[in-house]
């Protein structure tokens, strides 16, 4: 788990990173001790607030992306995340000493420290969307997402003030972003560590609550889990099992929807049995109802439906002797993988590799979960097959997930990925902060027309950052345009020269044709 890993003394080293990794090569492990021992360097004069050497903030944050599957250049530029911004480290220094995609990693990381300096507050679903959109490489959203989890757990040494500030902009922004990501357990710990500052005295009430109840329910929840792997064991199918914990802030808000009756709450604590395949999810739902009684109406496929964050399982919650009820999770170890973490486990080479192995086309699944991140949601195949037919979806997108890609090298897949995902769009803000999104080369007469046809077809100026600019510049992601009309300018021919979106073109054509 991402945080309930024990380091005894709470400091991290190089062995416990290079121990956890899970690529053994020799130039992996190279790679991540020469990063231990640059960044460790470059910071020395630097204490964190605890008084703990700095390399154990960088540390902490490598030593998680590890412990995630991530690969040995994500685990590196963990290390170095800092560096940019804190020490006199170069990029071209990195670049030299590390490669381009580790020195890509750090500046991009660096890029998104800025994002929330910018002072839209009140915009935190813009800024979610800035976040991913500013990001070329989605690793980079994942090495900010660990960092913030570190310096989240370490707020105690920062002031009453700050606690609450920075841990209420982790709830808003963060969080959102790890679960769309399907990250769910760094999810539970950004949200329960930030919880813990927002309303201490709500949150010890929780986890004693949480811990109480677990202690009355100890026996008889592992004598079923005994039970358990015996009728499984009679039926030859193989299994791993695991009591799980309900979130703690999750908790709170759900005992607070029940209005404070713990007796709704089947899943304070659940077991989660994964088995090899998905037809034995399906034959353990069998074995489970043959000797237990279930809850009518809280059988839950999520293997035949997934979530619209790719999450797939069967739920199902049985009676107790007591006649309490108890939440049973079914779900294959892939299955299991990808709802601890998420995208990340595209990542996981093994992952990859078992695909290719199979020689799958893109699956269905991972298609839904692409198309979810962007806000698309559909719920079985015709579904998303019509919304992925629909205008709404740009068309890169559907290119993307129409197209049986054969993946012939995991690498090759991972690029597809973050291309179609990134490159081909940008995200601008107007003047009021909301966030437009655009193909990239997009000009200020395309984002006038984004606004609104009437904007387009009087568009007179453009103002890019504060500062006037020729109708022909390109926007980048982050800026901020504003536009003046005047109900005396109009299209013109010139323009079509320009603009890049169809819906500009079209509206100048028209404008053009009706007039001339
Ligand atoms: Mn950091």
Redesign the pocket.
């Known amino acids: 788990m991402w945080a309930k890993m024990v380091i005894f003394n709470n400091m991290i080293n190089l062995s416990n990173i290079l121990n956890i990794m899970s690529d053994r090569s020799a130039d992996a492990r190279e790679l991540v001790k020469n990063a231990w021992e640059f960044s460790k360097e470059a910071h020395k004069n630097q204490k964190r607030l605890s008084g703990e050497p700095y390399i154990c903030?960088?540390g902490k944050?490598a030593f998680y992306l590890a412990e995630a599957g991530m690969d040995k250049d994500t685990i590196a530029a963990g290390l170095l995340?800092?560096t940019l911004e804190d020490t006199k480290t170069t990029p071209d220094e990195l670049e030299k000493l590390f490669g381009k995609d580790v020195k890509n990693l750090v500046e991009g990381v660096t890029r998104l420290g800025d994002i929330k300096y910018r002072g839209f507050d009140s915009y935190s679903e813009n800024l979610r969307r800035l976040f991913i959109a500013t990001a070329q490489d989605i690793r980079t959203i994942i090495i900010k997402l660990v960092?913030r989890l570190?310096?989240v757990q370490t707020l105690e040494y920062h002031n009453k003030e700050r606690q609450k500030r920075k841990a209420l902009e982790t709830l808003e922004i963060y969080v959102p972003i790890a679960d769309r990501l399907g990250m769910s357990y760094l999810k539970k710990d950004l949200e329960d560590t930030s919880f813990s500052f927002i309303d201490p005295i709500d949150y010890k009430k929780m986890k004693h609550l949480q811990e109480s109840e677990y202690e009355k329910d100890k026996k008889q929840i592992k004598s079923i889990l005994n039970d358990l792997i015996d009728e499984f064991k009679k039926n030859k199918i193989d299994l791993c099992t695991q009591i799980k914990f309900k979130g703690i802030y999750s908790l709170y808000k759900k005992l607070k929807r029940k209005d404070g009756d713990l007796s709704q709450i089947n899943d304070l604590f659940s077991i989660s049995v994964i088995v090899p395949t998905n037809a034995e999810c399906y034959k353990a739902l069998g074995i489970i109802h043959n000797n237990w009684t279930p809850l009518p109406k809280e059988i839950k496929d999520f293997i035949a439906f997934p979530k619209p964050n790719g999450y797939q399982a069967i739920h199902t919650t049985i009676f107790r002797e007591d006649g309490k009820a108890l939440e049973i999770q079914i779900s294959t170890h892939e299955m299991n993988l990808r709802s601890k973490y998420g995208i990340v486990s595209f990542f996981s080479p093994e992952t990859l590799q078992k695909r290719l192995n199979k020689q799958l086309e893109i699956p269905f699944s991972t298609k839904k979960f692409i198309l979810s991140l962007l806000g698309f949601f559909g719920k079985d195949k015709e579904s998303i097959n019509k919304s992925v037919a629909s205008e709404k979806v740009p068309a890169w997108l559907r290119g993307m997930v129409t197209t049986q890609k054969k993946i012939t090298r995991p690498d090759e897949f991972i690029k597809s990925l973050e291309s179609d995902f990134f490159e081909h769009r940008i995200f601008v803000f107007n003047s009021k902060g909301e966030v437009i999104d655009l193909p990239i080369d997009s000009n200020p007469i395309d984002f006038a027309y984004a606004l609104g046809k009437k904007i387009g077809n009087h568009f007179e100026l453009a103002k890019v950052n504060h500062h006037s600019v020729p109708i022909d510049t390109q926007l980048k992601n982050g800026d901020i345009v504003e536009i003046t009309t005047s109900s005396n300018s109009h299209p013109n021919k010139n323009w079509l020269r320009y603009v890049k979106t169809t819906l500009a073109k079209q509206s100048i054509h028209t404008y053009i044709k009706d007039r001339g």
């Open positions: 903030h960088p944050v995340h800092d960092d570190h310096n």
